[in-house]
């Protein structure tokens, strides 16, 4: 694993040619486990993803999609999106760039695009890099929780965070 962080972090809108390899690093056993997810299908991903890509001002789906672009590699994705109707922050890291402080500077770029407040966040409570990622970027623990398995998640303990 990388251990120096990146020189430049951008963000950029989420493409149709992104899908496959966010697809690629959503099948990632370990990312899995440590988030509570279970990776979908390629169809039902590319199902999903093209309902976002389509709306293109994010008024159909509530959904603002970006890449993370480390000097010049995409290494990742994050996304604002409604969740239990309020406005939910998530990102995803290929592993392999774990650790590289990349994860806490696009949730600062992402802040300064998304100014609407509060904006929440929930992670799975033994995923403490992600929490301790949000909370740099002045997010604050406001529930503990068991959350039942879904089609799309494990069950586990979940903490909530808010962005006041």
């Known amino acids: 694993?990388?251990?120096?962080?990146?020189?430049?972090?951008?963000l950029r809108r989420t493409t149709a040619q992104d899908l496959p390899l966010l697809h690629?690093?959503?099948?990632?056993?370990?990312?899995?486990t440590l988030?509570?997810?279970?990776?979908?299908?390629?169809?039902?991903f590319r199902a999903r993803w093209q309902q976002i890509l389509d709306d293109n001002d994010g008024t159909a789906t509530g959904v603002t999609p970006r890449v993370i672009v480390a000097d010049g590699l995409?290494?990742?994705?994050?996304?604002?999106?409604?969740?239990?109707g309020s406005d939910s922050i998530g990102y995803w890291i290929a592993r392999e760039h774990w650790g590289r402080g990349i994860v806490t500077?696009?949730?600062?770029?992402?802040?300064?695009e998304f100014r609407r407040r509060p904006l929440y966040a929930t992670?799975?409570?033994?995923?403490?890099?992600?929490?301790?990622?949000?909370e740099k970027n002045g997010f604050v623990l406001v529930s503990r929780r068991m959350t039942p398995e879904t089609p799309r998640t494990i069950e586990r303990e979940t903490l909530t965070l808010v962005l006041r």
């Open 105 to 112: 500077r696009a949730i600062t770029l992402m802040l300064t």
């Open 123 to 134: 992670a799975a409570s033994g995923n403490l890099a992600s929490i301790r990622v949000l």
């Open 35 to 44: 988030a509570g997810i279970k990776p979908r299908d390629w169809p039902t």
């Open 24 to 32: 690629g690093w959503e099948l990632d056993e370990a990312s899995n």
């Open 74 to 84: 995409l290494v990742g994705a994050i996304n604002i999106a409604p969740h239990d």
């Open 1 to 10: 694993m990388p251990t120096s962080g990146p020189r430049e972090i951008v």
